[in-house]
């Protein structure tokens, strides 16, 4: 049988060209292993999620008299079946620890220039799944719709709105109307959440991987003084995939341990949202964007060909944009003409560490 596909599908190729790719071993690239596993996790515990969830804010009696939206009615309903909790529990952990891997990763690129030519495009994509993946947290905020999920999401919906000119139409988009209010916000935001988004990333992934594969990582620093010219690791099969396996069932061992132990959001404590729900601040991610916001005065507006540009856009959209602009923009101000082959260390750009760290304070002040 091997032989007959062999001889069509070229399996020895294959197995030379992908199965034979040399990894590092260095302890920083099982962040991306991490981000990708966390994803994983994601998907599986989102399905069980999704099959049980009504994404609408009808109101429905529960067995003790209560009328509550039929989401809010629905998570409940998923925290009462077998290990439903945990599984709930486990998704909301894999978010956090996909972004959190996500973003060291990302940190660990910057600190030693793995952003540089020829993997411009590669750190472009990893830039893209960073965001990509803050926006599905973001977008699966709302989806319980008790008082904490109704507050937080409420303060991305007045940012998508203060946007100049186009931010009633891109508010209505993701959305779905005023939020919290419209029908058709949670079914919204719902799609985007378990569809449109989780689509975006796995092509997004792919992209990345594909890209990894051709380019060939970037070789740690003793790389070049053992084994200077050459790749320094261990082949994809079979070292590399027994050590993913490996680390995989450790990431999901450790994570359903900490998801019985330490269960996410309890939604009886937060309640169905009520006129007078005061305002909660968001996940830490999204924290350092609250922190802006508190910290612009409200006097900052102005008006401009018809349009309000006032704290929210200043604070939420602006300087965000800003630095994101100046991330995507990063790889093309370096000057390198060669290709890049080995880490860079932080002591030997100066400069460049001393604005990654200032930008790290200034996120962790923020927050």
């Keep these: 049988m091997y032989k007959w596909l062999d001889e069509r599908l070229d399996l020895t190729g294959l197995y030379q060209k992908v199965l034979r790719k040399a990894f590092p071993v260095h302890h920083s690239f099982f962040l991306g292993e991490i981000t990708l596993f966390a994803f994983i996790v994601l998907v599986l515990t989102g399905v069980f999620l999704t099959l049980n969830f009504e994404p609408s804010i009808r109101e429905v009696k529960l067995p003790d008299g209560r009328t509550v939206p039929a989401a809010y009615a629905s998570v409940l309903y998923i ?31 910057l600190l030693s220039g793995a952003y540089k030519k020829p993997r411009e495009l590669n750190y472009l994509v990893g830039l893209a799944l960073l965001g990509l993946a803050v926006v599905t947290a973001f977008t699966g905020y709302a989806l319980p719709y008790d008082n904490y999920a109704v507050t937080a999401t409420r303060i991305g919906y007045g940012i998508a709105a203060s946007i100049p000119w186009v931010g009633g139409a891109i508010a209505e988009v993701m959305f779905g109307g005023e939020f919290p209010g419209s029908t058709k916000s949670i079914p919204r935001l719902f799609s985007l959440h378990v569809l449109w988004l989780p689509l975006l990333l796995m092509a997004l992934i792919g992209a990345h991987l594909a890209i990894m594969m051709k380019q060939k990582h970037t070789q ?48 009886e404590a937060f309640g169905p949202p ?5 305002a909660v601040k968001p996940d830490w991610y999204f924290l350092w964007i609250y922190g802006i916001l508190q910290l612009i005065p409200s006097t900052w507006e102005f008006h401009l060909f018809g349009a309000t540009i006032g704290p929210e856009f200043i604070g939420g959209v602006v300087i965000p944009g800003i630095l994101g602009l100046v991330g995507l923009l990063l790889p093309f101000l370096d ?12 002591s030997e750009h100066p400069v460049r560490t001393s604005v990654i760290l200032a930008l790290l304070v200034f996120f962790l002040m923020s927050t």
């Design 335 to 346: 000057t390198r003409k060669d290709k890049m082959r080995y880490m860079e260390l932080p």
């Design 274 to 278: 009520t006129p007078n729900t005061p």
């Design 79 to 109: 925290d009462s079946l077998p290990f439903g909790a945990v599984i709930r529990s486990l998704h909301h952990w894999s978010a956090h620890v996909m972004i959190a891997a996500a973003f060291l990763h990302m940190l660990r690129i």
């Design 220 to 267: 740690p620093r003793y790389a070049e003084r053992v084994a200077p010219g050459k790749i320094l690791g261990v082949p994809m099969y079979p070292q590399q995939l027994v050590m993913m396996g490996i680390l995989f069932a450790l990431y999901v061992g450790i994570m359903t341990l900490i998801a019985g132990a330490f269960l996410a959001h309890p939604i």
